[in-house]
């Protein structure tokens, strides 16, 4: 089966190899400018009167069958250091604006926005995004994969928007230095967004099929340039910090600890399209604490990386894999422990060619035992045919002056830790021109010290996208002797089997937008083939006019334990190894419409457990708005099981309040807390941003845990850093 994906994968793209580009009568002429522009969202200038206008957008939603409604104009030049863009935003008559806050990197679907995506090297795969909302917040990130966007990516770049009574006009000033593009080009690729909430349009530029995001790169127009932009120049920033904090730990009553540490990133380009990031002792302390989850599952669950060093460019190193086999996945490197310094290059070495080399190394632990490590990671990737890929990607751990005496660490309580562990793996990113079809297929090998012979994945699947159906299916092998001490493989020694059909009815009238049935079925086999675990999801979904979203879930679990398990997670008495449970459970899900200032949404499960046993999880959230400013959410869920004894009936709460002002689109306060009733905890985090210039910061940041019952103080800590970024 295995083979015959890779086959099949391999034909599609040969198939669509020729294929002309879409939408390739849409052009947009960029002339330069001799006049100086003002970025203050009044288009008063002469290069704007002298420029083309691109209007008479296209609806993408809530249909894709005519032109949109509500009206765009956008127009563009440029001169030696700046790519220059208007967008006149209409609205219509009686409405009010619709935005989240003022927070940068917003909520698409939360917010009246516009975007721009442009694609410099016209390989419909990857790009740039820059855009804001109608009150001026900015939203910019890196593209990937065609049509996703990586919002960690932070740069230089200048907008203003400014509302009247029937529109509001946004002007931004991008940097020919912020972005990498071929040397000597006269076309790229670009398309323009909008999204308005009010009348629940979304609309582009170009026709682009209402399944596909309009940050689709597959359907963007042209931009075509009088003159090639400038020669890139060499662009290198210097972005140091300083940090000074204070924390306690009250549960070993050790003495308050004053940190402070200086240290700072290197950005160098290399290259109209490779950049070199250096960064020396990185501090992570500003970013936000984990959203908190009530864990029932028999496997570690997954957190997102959050450190910004490495989100940058992340596609290159951790979207190879899928979401249940990452071969890397950098929470693995410098989580409790000091990271000494790293080195990131990345980038493109030309139009089919994308590079991506990392170096890190950690500091030694002696109190654990934990040597200096170091984490390499080379990822190369390929384009083939119209828009496929071959990725390439190796990952080497390696314990540096390492030689533990092995009875010395079992008599100090200290872990014994490998030598080293290697990760080689290669992939085949299938996606057609009109990006219906899509796919992967890939092979991995570990290596390490005294490991056996079943080490390795392989791993397909295979995805076909129309507007009233989603067919995939995926097939999954991982060895049990498969090992990846940077990566995040949470089951190992398994066969898997995932078949999933999506079929949408469009009604053509009434409130409801969509609505259809929606099978997914995943299935576990050991390596002889015996069922281990299986389940099946049954559900129907409605979509409204509104966007809000109704859903109807059946549910079918199979579970033959394979080691003893605790179901509730607390360190009670386990499940014996062997043992087969099987159950039935009935769901319902209600998420309101976003363009609202209220929202909230609603899940409900209630069916059988393990051990014949019954679970109820009720989980929500509710958010309200004063907009721009200030937004307040309140997500909360509950667990309630009745198992038989020694476990009992057991209840878990988890309360999560989240406070969110934005005095300006610069100055943010957020304050975050959580109630974890299964880990008997209470967490505040309070964070206080001034972005005084771009992309440089101050930040407050004040964190407590705490026993709720008795009230007690566990932790405390807070920390002032200051960061600038340099020029030069």
């Known amino acids: 089966m295995n083979r015959l994906i890779i086959v099949l994968l391999s034909s599609l793209s040969a198939y669509t190899v020729n294929a002309q580009k879409n939408n390739v009568s849409f052009q947009y002429h960029i002339h330069k400018t001799t006049s100086p522009i003002k970025i203050d969202g009044i288009a008063d200038e002469q290069a704007w009167k002298e420029a083309q206008v691109a209007t008479n957008f296209y609806m993408v939603l809530p249909m894709d069958t005519s032109a949109a409604r509500v009206r765009t104009d956008v127009s563009m030049t440029y001169d030696r250091d700046n790519v220059y863009l208007l967008a006149v935003c209409y609205n219509p008559a009686d409405t009010r604006l619709m935005v989240e806050s003022l927070r940068r990197d917003f909520s698409f679907v939360k917010n009246d926005n516009f975007l721009v995506f442009i694609d410099p090297f016209e390989d419909e795969t990857t790009g740039f995004a820059f855009g804001t909302n109608a009150y001026g917040a900015q939203w910019d990130g890196t593209m990937y994969e065609g049509s996703k966007v990586d919002l960690n990516w932070d740069n230089k770049w200048n907008s203003e928007v400014k509302n009247y009574n029937d529109k509001w006009v946004l002007e931004m000033a991008i940097p020919f230095k912020t972005i990498r593009y071929k040397k000597d080009a006269s076309e790229w690729r670009i398309n323009f967004s909008r999204n308005d909430l009010k009348t629940t349009e979304k609309s582009s530029w170009t026709p682009i099929p209402r399944q596909f995001p309009t940050a689709a790169l597959a359907y963007t127009g042209t931009l075509v340039w009088d003159e090639a932009p400038p020669a890139p120049r060499s662009n290198i920033s210097v972005i140091p910090y300083v940090l000074g904090g204070l924390s306690k730990n009250y549960l070993t009553g050790s003495k308050t600890v004053f940190d402070k540490n200086i240290g700072g990133d290197v950005k160098v380009s290399i290259g109209p399209s490779l950049n070199l990031d250096l960064t020396f002792r990185p501090d992570f302390s500003q970013v936000e604490v984990d959203k908190q989850v009530t864990n029932l599952s028999r496997f570690e669950l997954f957190f997102p990386e959050r450190r910004q060093f490495f989100l940058e460019n992340g596609d290159l190193f951790a979207n190879f894999g899928y979401a249940d086999i990452r071969p890397f996945f950098s929470r693995r490197i410098g989580l409790g422990v000091p ?120 791993a397909a699947h295979l995805q076909y996208s129309s507007k009233r159906w989603l067919i995939m299916g995926q097939f999954q092998h991982v060895g049990k002797d498969y090992t990846a001490e940077v990566g995040y493989v949470p089951r190992r ?55 809000s979203t109704f859903n109807l879930i059946a549910q079918n679990d199979y579970v033959q334990l394979l080691r003893p398990f605790d179901p509730t997670n607390l360190g009670k008495d386990s499940l014996a190894e062997g043992s087969k449970h099987e159950w039935n459970t009935l769901g319902v899900d209600y998420v309101s419409a976003p363009q609202h200032l209220l929202t909230y949404g609603a899940s409900f499960r209630y069916g059988g457990y393990y051990a014949n046993g019954h679970l109820l999880t009720a989980s929500g959230d509710i958010g309200y708005r004063f907009q721009p400013y200030v937004n307040i959410t309140l997500s909360a869920s509950y667990n309630h099981l009745r198992l038989p004894q020694p476990w009992g009936h057991q209840n878990f709460l988890l309360v999560g309040p989240r406070i969110d002002v934005t005095f300006t689109n610069t100055l943010f306060f957020t304050t975050y807390v959580q109630y974890n009733d299964q880990q008997d905890n209470l967490n505040i985090n309070a964070r206080f941003q001034w972005r005084y210039k771009p992309a440089s910061d101050l930040f407050l940041v004040y964190t407590d845990n705490y026993y709720p019952g008795p009230f007690a103080v566990k932790t405390r800590a807070f920390v002032l850093k200051f960061n600038y970024w340099w020029n030069l």
Do not use: C
């Open 493 to 547: 020694g398994y066969f898997k089997l995932n078949p999933s059909v999506i079929y949408y009815f469009f009604p053509k009238g009434g409130n409801i937008l969509t609505h259809g049935p929606q099978f997914n079925s995943t299935l576990y086999f050991n390596n002889s083939f015996g069922k281990t675990d299986y389940t099946n999801i049954l559900s129907y979904l409605f979509t409204f006019r509104s966007k």
């Open 339 to 458: 990271i000494n310094f790293g080195a990131r290059l990345s980038g493109k070495l030309n139009k089919n060619t994308r590079i991506g080399v990392m170096d890190m190394q950690t500091a030694k632990m002696d109190e654990t035992g934990l040597p200096t490590q170091n984490f390499a990671v080379l990822s190369l990737q390929r384009k083939v045919f119209k828009r496929s890929n071959i990725g390439v990607l190796y990952i080497d751990k390696a314990s540096l002056n390492y030689h533990p005496n092995p009875n010395g660490n079992i008599d100090s309580g200290k872990q014994i830790y490998s030598a080293y562990n290697r990760n080689l793996g290669v992939e085949y990113n299938l996606a057609s021109s009109n990006n219906i079809w899509t796919g992967k297929a890939m092979v991995l090998k570990s290596f390490q010290p005294g490991a056996g012979n079943d080490d390795w994945i392989q």
